[in-house]
Structures are given as C-alpha cells and as structure tokens.
Nanobody, 123 residues
Framework: QLQLVESGGGLVQPGGSLRLSCAAS????????IGWFRQAPGKEREGVSC??????????ADSVKGRFTISRDNAKNTVTVTLQMNSLKPEDTAVYYC??????????????WGQGTQVTVSS
C-alpha cells in the first residue's frame, strides 16, 4: 500500500519555527517529485513548495519565499522530505499535506496525498 505520512505540525507563536516531515510507505521518495501544499479553513488549497525528483530544483510560493526551505534527507533505510518553516505568520495557519507530483510544478494536480498535519500560528 502506497502511503505518505506527515508529522511535525503544532502550535507556534508568530515568528517561530516548525519543521514538517514527510515519510513514505510502499515506495521511496527518491523516485518522485514531492510537494507541500496547505489548506486553511474556507480557502482554496495552495501549493507551498516542491522538490524535483533528482533534488536539483525547488519551487516556492511567493508567500513563503525566504522563510520556508524544502529538502530531502537520506538517512539509513529512510528517506524523508522536510519543510523547514521559519518566521511563521498567523496566515501560515493551515493543514499541510505532502504529495507526490509528476514534476515540481505547484499548479499541477498531485498524484496522491498524505493525511495532513495541522500548523497553527497564534499568540
């Protein structure tokens, strides 16, 4: 069974940081472009960032450029894609999902998603 599992969400004060992780089951993240998306209540889903399959290129939404960084970590027997989020703002509050993409383009429909992790930025 192919599965994506996100972790690392939580409650943080404005200006704080969080690190989200995406792990795969049934396949390896090294074989696909991976993206992070988010959806806030009452808003449309937004592409946040993506990493190409070979890790050579990234894309970011304008709203997170300079604050978020996507990367892939190759540890022993485990590959994860992380989203380091710094200088968080209340408008970053959303459920964050990682997804498998055909290519690193934030406007395309993902192949499939994880269950999501809640990020809340509030004082």
């Amino acid at each position: 069974q192919l599965q994506l599992v996100e972790s690392g969400g939580g409650l943080v004060q404005p200006g704080g940081s969080l690190r989200l992780s995406c792990a795969a089951s049934g396949f390896t993240l090294n074989s696909h472009a991976i993206g992070w998306f988010r959806q806030a209540p009452g808003k449309e889903r937004e592409g946040v960032s993506c990493l190409s399959r070979n890790g050579g290129s990234t894309n970011y939404a304008d709203s997170v450029k300079g604050r978020f960084t996507i990367s892939r970590d190759n540890a022993k027997n485990t590959v994860t894609v992380t989203l380091q989020m710094n200088s968080l703002k209340p408008e970053d509050t959303a459920v964050y999902y990682c997804a498998v993409l055909r290519q690193c383009v934030l406007s395309i429909e993902p192949n499939f998603w994880g269950q999501g992790t809640q990020v809340t930025v509030s004082s």
